[in-house]
């Protein structure tokens, strides 16, 4: 589903409709129980201002949890200027 920014909303954040979603460990109920908008998304021509920072700035996109009291950021790249 595509969407325009005009239609975001929040999705069921809540313990059943997470559940719901969840499906027994199947992880396959995510539309059913948080609507269609839970797949959507923006392509480069709805982002263009962000994508132009993305494509000459550094991203550390795989920034994962904390190790010993620090974060652990793999996966930086930078993008030539």
């Known amino acids: 589903m595509k969407v325009d920014g005009q ?3 929040d999705l069921d ?19 059913a129980a ?3 908008l839970t797949m959507a998304y923006f392509d480069q021509s709805d982002i263009r201002f962000h994508r132009a920072l993305a494509d000459n700035f550094t991203i550390c996109d795989t920034t994962s ?17």
């Open 34 to 36: 948080k609507s269609e």
């Open 65 to 81: 949890a904390r190790s010993r009291g620090r974060p652990r950021r793999t996966g930086c790249t930078s993008s030539p200027a």
């Open 13 to 31: 954040h809540s313990w059943p409709g997470t559940h719901t979603a969840w499906a027994n460990g199947e992880y396959n109920d995510w539309i």
């Open 7 to 9: 239609q975001l909303a």
